[in-house]
């Protein structure tokens, strides 16, 4: 029987630094709950808005898989593999950073925000050489269907990670329903509602509420409002 | 009230100041940091950490070799590893290897 859990939006961390305001999913900087520390392999989910002109300085990663997706407005990355980049709404950004890798992220627009989800992934694979993706995707592919926009594997749809998980976004007209069928066994779902009201079976969710669902195959997934979601498949065991 | 003793081992040199320094910034926690394993071996020799943070490439045969000293020294010793390269998740890892004491 699928086993659930339900995050509602107004639970996360918070932390508003000014040019920073931040909600964790999980345990994260001075957000420390025993009880949140992570959703199988999925470790972080922020959920971040950085003010015009401000943003995150230099700063080093290792061995995490690290997933950038804009909500509104643009990202400057740059990182110490040389890979200077603006992921722009509608693209998606993975980083393996492996061995160790430095990288700076700023919302360069000097007028308005930038709002975007960054989320880690253990990966399956420790001390990887580190690498850098970025693709651009296509909003029709997510209109009233699943749009697989990551996966484990270089030659599918998305970006790819060192982690057998799979992200999909959706883009529903309220009424539409459809069904999400796992990839791999003992992988588990976490579901994140950008905005409106969805159902995951019966479970009714929010806008910003995150919901995770495991020791299932499958799950219906259906708008009640216009609605739309970030399903994110990982292992429940790494 | 002493400090809880932080043994930090990375072989990423300028990660490893940043994982140190954020560790510090906690007024309860001192940290101490090693590149290699002789001298994660010499620091463990003589200091008594709390806690052992493994960092970003430290091979499998290394990290079997520094587990097998460190227990032979301390049976009671916490290991974990560090994601992230003195990320958000370090205080988070610290407070729940900590809880496990």
């Known amino acids: 029987m699928a086993q659930t859990i339900l995050h509602?939006?107004?639970?996360?961390?918070?932390?508003?630094?000014?040019?920073?305001?931040?909600?964790?999913?999980?345990?994260?900087?001075?957000?420390?709950?025993?009880?949140?520390?992570?959703?199988?392999?999925?470790?972080?989910?922020?959920?971040?808005?950085?003010?015009?002109?401000?943003?995150?300085?230099?700063?080093?990663?290792?061995?995490?898989?690290?997933?950038?997706?804009p909500l509104e407005g643009d990202l400057e990355h740059k990182d110490s593999m040389n890979n200077v980049a603006v992921i722009k709404n509608g693209d998606i950004q993975a980083m393996s950073a492996g061995t160790g890798i430095y990288h700076s992220e700023y919302n360069k627009d000097r007028a308005h925000r930038v709002k975007f989800l960054q989320i880690w992934v253990y990966p399956d694979k420790k001390n990887v050489e580190p690498r850098y993706d970025q693709i651009t995707l296509n909003l029709e592919d997510?209109?009233?269907?699943?749009?697989?926009?990551?996966?484990?594997?270089?030659?599918?749809?998305?970006?790819?990670?060192?982690?057998?998980?799979?992200?999909?976004?959706?883009?529903?007209?309220?009424?539409?329903?459809?069904?999400?069928?796992?990839?791999?066994?003992?992988?588990?779902?976490y579901v994140f509602v950008l905005t409106g009201d969805v159902k995951i079976n019966d479970q009714l969710l929010n806008t910003r509420d995150g919901f995770?669902?495991?020791?299932?195959?499958?799950?219906?997934?259906?708008?009640?409002?216009?609605?739309?979601?970030?399903?994110?498949?990982?292992?429940?065991?790494? | 009230?002493?400090?809880?003793?932080?043994?930090?081992?990375?072989?990423?040199?300028?990660?490893?100041?940043?994982?140190?320094?954020?560790?510090?910034?906690?007024?309860?926690?001192?940290?101490?940091?090693?590149?290699?394993?002789?001298?994660?071996?010499?620091?463990?020799?003589?200091?008594?950490?709390?806690?052992?943070?493994l960092g970003s490439g430290i091979e499998k045969e290394s990290e079997d070799k520094l587990c097998t000293a460190f227990r032979a020294l301390n049976q009671h010793i916490i290991i974990v590893q560090h994601y992230g390269g003195g990320s958000g998740l370090l205080a988070a890892e610290i407070y729940e290897a900590l809880a496990r004491r």
Request: hydrophobic share 40%; aromatic share 10%.
């Open chain 1, 142 to 189: 997510r209109h009233n269907k699943l749009q697989q926009i990551l996966s484990p594997n270089p030659n599918d749809e998305g970006v790819w990670i060192h982690q057998n998980a799979w992200f999909h976004l959706g883009k529903f007209d309220k009424g539409i329903s459809t069904e999400y069928n796992l990839k791999a066994k003992g992988n588990g779902v």
């Open chain 1, 8 to 69: 509602k939006a107004e639970t996360r961390g918070h932390a508003n630094h000014g040019w920073l305001n931040s909600y964790h999913s999980f345990s994260f900087s001075s957000y420390y709950n025993p009880n949140r520390m992570n959703f199988g392999a999925l470790r972080v989910l922020n959920d971040d808005t950085v003010d015009a002109g401000m943003g995150f300085g230099t700063h080093p990663h290792d061995n995490m898989e690290i997933i950038s997706i």
């Open chain 2, 1 to 53: 009230m002493s400090k809880v003793e932080i043994l930090v081992i990375c072989r990423h040199e300028g990660i490893l100041q940043t994982i140190v320094r954020l560790v510090n910034n906690n007024p309860e926690w001192n940290a101490t940091g090693a590149v290699t394993d002789d001298d994660a071996i010499a620091e463990f020799n003589s200091h008594l950490f709390k806690l052992v943070l």
């Open chain 1, 212 to 238: 995770g669902i495991w020791d299932t195959d499958k799950f219906t997934i259906t708008a009640e409002t216009d609605a739309e979601f970030l399903l994110m498949e990982v292992p429940m065991k790494f």
